[in-house]
């Protein structure tokens, strides 16, 4: 019996952690439309459409994930290469506009 509340706080949790992340990610569709004249309804709708695609991709990684197990590490390590590619093709030219350059360029290594 303990297995099974066990399972359902985890998928609680990392139901409440998806919802937290949306957030951000809904505003920033949905400011900019309400900015652009949209009605605050419509403005809305659109943002929660845009996180409407996760519960279908998390549905096909779910699966997918099943056939790929033995080379998932692999696909892990290339998102994670991707992912600090382009945080530093970004980050380290808005860093040199600083004019504390060697303090940014510090900082982005730490």
């Given at each position: 019996m303990t297995w099974?509340?066990?399972?359902?706080a985890s998928a609680f949790m990392l139901a409440v952690g998806?919802?937290?992340q949306n957030f951000p990610e809904g505003s920033s569709v949905s400011l900019p439309l309400r900015?652009?004249?949209y009605s605050c309804l419509k403005a809305f709708i659109y943002g929660m459409l845009s996180g409407v695609v996760e519960?279908?991709?998390g549905l096909i990684g779910?699966?997918?994930v099943l056939y790929v197990q033995?080379?998932?590490?692999l696909f892990l390590s290339f998102t994670a290469g991707a992912m600090i590619y382009v945080s530093i093709s970004e980050l380290?030219?808005?860093s040199q506009r600083n004019p504390?350059?060697?303090?940014m360029s510090f900082l982005l290594i730490i």
């Open positions: 099974g509340m066990t399972s359902l998806v919802g937290i900015r652009e004249g519960v279908f991709a779910c699966m997918l033995n080379i998932l590490p380290i030219p808005e504390n350059q060697n303090l």
